[in-house]
């Protein structure tokens, strides 16, 4: 069972980034995705889930109409698409389903 995250990097403050989760050794569809983050001298925080039946879809306040989760369940990957960014933003992106963690993707937002 591996989850492995990409797409992260440096981004000015108002552009867009996306990353993806890759899954490997189980199938995507019988579970629900989602995405946490863990800022520097801050604890984990949640992100946005998916839900693995109907594709519904959570945010925290902090994204909520500026990030989009979605998954493509025959390839196997989930997606985060982060629009509007901010420094605040900044964080190890950190991808899940069921019990199962990532190594997470850096991502900065900075000018």
């Known amino acids: 069972v591996q989850l492995v995250e990409s797409g992260g990097g440096l981004v000015q403050p108002g552009k867009s980034l996306t990353l993806s989760c890759i899954v490997s050794?189980?199938?995507?569809?019988?579970?629900?995705i989602n995405w946490y983050r863990q800022a520097p001298g801050k604890e984990r925080e949640f992100v946005a889930y998916?839900?693995?039946?109907?594709?519904?879809?959570s945010y925290s306040t902090s994204v909520k109409g500026r990030f989009t989760i979605s998954r493509d369940n025959a390839k196997n990957t989930a997606y985060l698409q982060m629009n509007r960014m901010t420094p605040e933003d900044t964080a190890v992106y950190y991808c899940?389903?069921?019990?199962?963690w990532g190594r997470g993707t850096q991502v900065t937002v900075s000018s």
């Open positions: 899940n389903a069921g019990a199962a």
């Open positions: 050794g189980f199938t995507l569809s019988g579970y629900g």
């Open positions: 998916i839900n693995t039946i109907d594709s519904t879809t």
